[in-house]
Structures are given as structure tokens and as C-alpha cells.
T-cell receptor, first 111, second 115 residues
Framework: GDSVTQMEGPVTLSEEAFLTINCTYTATGYPSLFWYVQYPGEGLQLLLKATKADDKGSNKGFEATYRKETTSFHLEKGSVQVSDSAVYFCALKTSYDKVIFGPGTSLSVIP | GEEVAQTPKHLVRGEGQKAKLYCAPIKGHSYVFWYQQVLKNEFKFLISFQNENVFDETGMPKERFSAKCLPNSPCSLEIQATKLEDSAVYFC?????????????FGPGTRLTVT
């Protein structure tokens, strides 16, 4: 079945460090790919998305590129801030409309 | 509205009691989805609706769980005779249409604690 795998962490970085959170997926068909973020005590927010191969999603300094050949959608940010501390979920959505989430990666950014 | 609204924010029930959660989708969105987030961040799809019709219920537990989306009313998810393992955050999401390109917008969730 469809699934998403991502590094679970926790990941701890110093402010201004470079961030990469790896995400790979397994899916039939051509899914859309998403990164969601969940700040402490809050709900899910869509961070960025890509709907087809080679698309790059970007928002708030975060980027991810849909790589069909490696079935990956790695999240990157060049310089993290304390306010980026949150749990990040990689997800896919197929034509059947269920969103399949990865296990989440907890990120802590220390000053 | 412009956001998915969920009520209540927190709900505490004793084991065996009924729990009812509500979701108001974004105006103009015809699809509603319910997800359950349990310990260690795991999300489980429960059920989806196209307007008031069930679209996909493959994730719904056969017993105790039911859901409705009636015209001009918030959608609801009801758990009869709650169990400890029902403790979770329940998220509702809505989308304009179905298909890969349509993103789902999530509400803030309802945290259910069963004691």
C-alpha cells in the first residue's frame, strides 16, 4: 500500500544551521506530496506542496523538490530559527483522497 | 468561513461515555475528512464525505464510531461507549474537490481524553 517514510528524530539544531529532513514515499499512480507543520499545542498547517515530478514547493524559506526517480521529497531550509521548532510531517495524497502521513520529525532549534 | 472550525477544543470523557465532535468545513468545500492522531504522531484516516454522502469509510472502526454531514449543520463524529484507546486528537479537514491536486485544509483538532 501507499506509505511515507521520514527520519523521526528528534533533530536538534543551533539557530542558523542548515536543515534537511529526508522523506521517501511508496505509491501507485502519481501522488501529490506535502509537508505539514505542527507547532506545539496547535493543529496542522500546510507548509508546502508539489503536485508533479520536478515541481519545487517553497514557503517561509523551506523548500522541497518532488523527485520521482528517487521517490523522495526532502525538506530543506538554509538557516533555521528558534521559531521553526515544531513537528514536521511529510505526506502524500493519491486519487483516492486519503492523506497518508509519515511518522513526523520533531525539530528543536536552540539559540 | 475561511478556516476549518472544530469544537470542542478539548473533551474529557469517562470510559463508556459518549463523545461527540464537530467540524465546520471551509465555505464552498464539498469534501470533509476525519483523521485520528494517536501517540507518537501516528495519523489514521477514518472517513470522508462528499457533501452529506459518505465518500470513503474504510478507516472507520466498525463498532462505536459513526459520523454524519447533514445540510446546513456542522459535520459530526460520534463515539459511543468510549474506550481508553480512543484518547487521541481528532482532526477534520476539508477540500474543494477530490483528486491529487486538491489540498486538504486541516482544522485545529479536538483532543479527546478518555479516563
Amino acid at each position: 500500500g501507499d506509505s511515507v517514510t521520514q527520519m523521526e528524530g528528534p533533530v536538534t539544531l543551533s539557530e542558523e544551521a542548515f536543515l534537511t529532513i529526508n522523506c521517501t514515499y511508496t505509491a501507485t499512480g502519481y501522488p501529490s506530496l506535502f509537508w505539514y507543520v505542527q507547532y506545539p499545542g496547535e493543529g496542522l498547517q500546510l507548509l508546502l506542496k508539489a503536485t508533479k515530478a520536478d515541481d519545487k514547493g517553497s514557503n517561509k524559506g523551506f523548500e522541497a523538490t518532488y523527485r520521482k526517480e528517487t521517490t523522495s521529497f526532502h525538506l530543506e531550509k538554509g538557516s533555521v530559527q528558534v521559531s521553526d521548532s515544531a513537528v514536521y510531517f511529510c505526506a502524500l495524497k493519491t486519487s483516492y483522497d486519503k492523506v497518508i502521513f509519515g511518522p513526523g520529525t520533531s525539530l528543536s532549534v536552540i539559540p | 468561513g475561511e478556516e476549518v472550525a472544530q469544537t470542542p477544543k478539548h473533551l474529557v470523557r469517562g470510559e463508556g461515555q459518549k463523545a461527540k465532535l464537530y467540524c465546520a468545513p471551509i465555505k464552498g468545500h464539498s469534501y470533509v475528512f476525519w483523521y485520528q492522531q494517536v501517540l507518537k504522531n501516528e495519523f489514521k484516516f477514518l472517513i470522508s464525505f462528499q457533501n452529506e454522502n459518505v465518500f470513503d469509510e474504510t478507516g472507520m472502526p466498525k463498532e462505536r464510531f459513526s459520523a454524519k454531514c447533514l445540510p446546513n449543520s456542522p459535520c459530526s463524529l460520534e463515539i459511543q461507549a468510549t474506550k481508553l484507546e480512543d484518547s487521541a486528537v481528532y482532526f477534520c479537514a476539508s477540500s474543494q474537490s477530490h483528486g491529487e491536486a486538491y489540498e486538504q485544509y486541516f482544522g485545529p483538532g479536538t483532543r479527546l481524553t478518555v479516563t
